[in-house]
């Protein structure tokens, strides 16, 4: 059985000029990149157009990309980034006040939904504020690997684990505040 | 709650987030990714080629209206005077100073920056994997 490239070498492949290395890559990052983005902005299509940006992003400044890195902080950090610039610019656009995409009060749907642990733990994840959120969310993505969370926020490793520490107390209260409401 | 509690919860927490589905993307989103980057289509001819073609064509065309609205003698005539005032402004001392500094300027630009047109899209975090 052949192995599987690493992505080191799908990106010097790419740069050699083979376009199915980089649609490897895509087709390995493409669901993250969009749940993180998801996660970040609430928006089905914001988060489409942000994980499209940033593969383009990564695409056209393929050469910068250091042999060694890990393609998925470079390509999370990207994408972090851009929906960092959308956050922004939907602060902007509101006056300094955040339309909250998110639909925090419990519907009649939500509550069906939220029978679901997973469903639940979503709507917590999307109740936190956006800097645990997306702690939270790389989190989840990266593992612990903290050092690669602290790359892609542009943070020190500290101040990462801090807000995850804090951040994991928020979403267990919440999971409580759910459950108690839920009951 | 004591400590112990404490750490089942979060260990509890830490196993849910890792079990926790990632979204479901829209259904085009891979395509329209692919379509943009990797399978992006190219031309079959480079650019310079499309726009030398263009002008050869745009010169023909003129020179055609020109033999067809005053037969020989204006195309001749279009034709000295073309060659006039292009031999004049490469022999004049001053167009050619002018062309020189902007081939200098060119240069010197060029060795600051170096000629990477791709790295003026470098995000922030690629600037960074550099380091």
């Not at chain 1, 999370?76 to 602060?91: G, P, T, V």
Request: glycine fraction near 6%; hydrophobic fraction near 45%; include cysteine.
């Amino acid at each position: 059985m052949k192995a599987m490239p690493e992505d080191g070498e799908l990106v010097a492949l790419t740069l050699r000029g083979n376009p199915e290395a980089f649609a490897t890559l895509v087709e390995r990052y493409d669901r993250a990149v969009y749940h993180l983005a998801y996660r970040m902005l609430h928006h089905v299509e914001d988060a489409r157009d942000v994980t499209q940006e940033a593969f383009f992003k990564a695409f056209r400044s393929l050469r910068t990309f250091k042999p060694g890195a890990k393609f998925s902080t470079w390509i999370f950090a990207i994408a972090y980034h851009a929906c960092c610039d959308r956050l922004n610019r939907r602060k902007r656009d509101s006056g300094g006040e955040m339309p909250d995409y998110a639909d925090t009060a419990p519907g009649p749907e939500a509550q069906a939904i939220a029978l679901d642990e997973g469903a639940r733990l979503r709507r917590a994840i999307d109740a936190l504020p956006e800097k645990y959120r997306a702690v939270i969310t790389l989190f989840h993505l990266q593992g612990k690997q903290y050092d690669e969370i602290a790359s892609v926020l542009d943070l020190p490793m500290g101040t990462v684990k801090t807000h995850l520490f804090r951040a994991k107390e928020q979403l267990r209260r919440l999971l409580d505040d759910m459950e108690v409401t839920e009951t | 709650m004591s400590m112990q509690d404490d750490d089942r919860t979060l260990d509890a927490l830490d196993r849910a987030l890792f079990a926790l589905s990632l979204e479901e993307p829209p259904a085009d989103l891979r395509s329209s990714i692919l379509l943009a980057t990797a399978y992006r289509p190219v031309s079959p001819f480079p650019f310079w080629e499309i726009a030398a073609a263009g002008a050869a064509g745009a010169v023909a065309v003129w020179l055609v209206v020109l033999l067809v609205m005053g037969g020989g003698s204006l195309f001749t005539h279009t034709l000295e005077a073309i060659a006039t005032t292009a031999s004049g402004a490469i022999t004049n001392v001053a167009t050619a100073l002018w062309v020189a500094v902007g081939a200098a300027t060119a240069l010197c630009v060029s060795l600051f920056t170096g000629f990477q047109p791709v790295l003026d899209v470098a995000h922030r975090s690629g600037a960074r994997n550099l380091r």
